[in-house]
């Protein structure tokens, strides 16, 4: 261990002569800690609703979305159908219409985006764990229903409990519209809510699910016709093996007339406004802890204004300058280092005891009875890296500056 270490050891634990320097180093070591510690909780905090926004999308979108790079539909190659099947990973292929149409309701008008989905989609369909009330079914015999956001349902007035159909009406591509009776070029097919599903406001509030067929009917397509295929993989792959088959699936289709996404890519500007939001709460949290860093400043230069006399007994003996403000710096620096691992800890038992207890609770009626809490490692250690060069940067500042150079009195005791 070499000299600076073992002197700035001594002057942290060794009782100081003057009693501020104590507490003003105790403040300066809990501020740290009480900074770390709120950077892994709300780090925490935010990752759980992030990903509790992922698994909300997730229950109506898929892994993979096939879909074409002109037009809104197309038909799919039954070889490449198969190779997508044969893949190891790969839950499901389906098919899916998508379109924004016109509903009627017992008199209540609006419009929703209507996705129609074949029997395979609906088997696996994981909206059926979202669903508030009713049940998930898309058809009774030959009765085509449909399951609707709450959100929307609220709006419309729709009760699946009643017996009384949603009319879907959209123009007829092959008709022109008529002035005098706009409705003869609509086509529109009846559907019966069966149920009501509850996954984020924005789905709420706009989708309804039903047939394929019904889809097709309604937009005037053909069998075959779909506006993309949704693949799901295996929810027990790794992000590395889901990366790796999503690159196999974008060679297969590179250069044809179809665009390959991924589930980041299907709601881009979400998902860049999530990791934005997460970028500006660390550096307001960072710029916090700089903030209280700044005791550290302090607590160094009145430590050194006391070791005086140590400074020239230490020049006495042949230390140069430069050993002595590494000492210094040392000494800031690990009170920093103190309080930064005590606020690591700290912060890590918090979240442990949200995800083993929950015992802060969400406030109004949410699927979730108490916060959701996510320790990612990556974060950890970025806030560990940046603790510690904030207090190192911030123990340089007082330790080149405030140490009089051999030869020269001590200017802050010239006038004493």
Not at 53 to 65: C, F, K, Q, R
Not at 300 to 308: A, G, H, P, R, V
Not at 406 to 415: K, V
């Amino acid at each position: 261990m070499n000299l600076p270490l073992k002197i700035a050891l001594r002057y942290l634990f060794a009782k100081k002569s003057h009693n501020v320097i104590n507490i003003i180093s105790a403040i300066s070591a809990a501020g740290m800690a009480i900074g770390t510690a709120a950077l892994v909780v709300i780090l925490s905090v935010y990752n759980g609703f992030s990903a509790l926004v992922s698994d909300s999308l997730g229950s109506i979108e898929a892994d993979i979305l096939i879909s074409p790079k002109t037009g809104k539909v197309f038909v799919p190659n039954a070889d490449d159908a198969l190779w997508l099947n044969s893949l190891d990973g790969v839950e499901s292929v389906c098919g899916m219409l998508q379109e924004n149409v016109f509903i009627d309701y017992d008199g209540h008008n609006g419009v929703a985006t209507a996705k129609g989905i074949d029997s395979l989609a609906a088997a696996t369909s994981t909206v059926r764990e979202k669903m508030v009330d009713g049940e998930f079914s898309l058809c009774k015999g030959s009765i085509p229903q449909a399951v609707v956001g709450v959100g929307f349902a609220y709006r419309m007035g729709i009760n699946h409990r009643f017996m009384k159909a949603a009319t879907l009406f959209f123009p007829d591509k092959d008709k022109n519209i008529s002035v005098s009776n706009p409705a003869a070029s609509l086509r529109s097919v009846k559907v019966w809510p069966a149920g009501l599903f509850s996954i984020t406001t924005d789905t709420d509030n706009s989708l309804i699910l039903l047939q394929l067929s019904s889809m097709r009917e309604l937009l005037g397509y053909n069998d075959g016709e779909v506006s993309a295929l949704e693949i799901r993989l295996d929810q027990s792959l790794t992000e590395k093996q889901k990366n790796a088959i999503i690159g196999q699936i974008r060679n297969r289709f590179e250069g044809s007339p179809l665009t390959v996404k991924d589930r980041f890519q299907q709601n881009e500007t979400l998902y860049k406004m999530m990791r934005s939001e997460k970028a500006a709460i660390y550096l307001i949290l960072i710029f916090v802890v700089i903030i209280i860093a700044f005791n550290i400043f302090g607590s160094l230069t009145m430590l050194m204004i006391e070791k005086q006399e140590d400074i020239q007994t230490l020049r006495s003996l042949g230390a140069r300058d430069a050993v002595i403000r590494r000492t210094f710096v040392l000494e800031g620096w690990m009170i920093s280092l103190l309080g930064m691992v005590t606020g690591l800890v700290l912060g890590l038992l918090l979240v442990w005891a949200q995800q083993q207890f929950g015992f802060i609770k969400m406030p109004g009626d949410f699927s979730m009875s108490s916060y959701p809490v996510i320790i990612r490692w990556t974060d950890i250690t970025i806030t560990a890296i940046s603790v510690a060069v904030i207090g190192y940067f911030i123990a340089l500042v007082p330790a080149r500056k405030s140490i009089p150079r051999e030869g020269t009195s001590d200017p802050m005791r010239e006038d004493v």
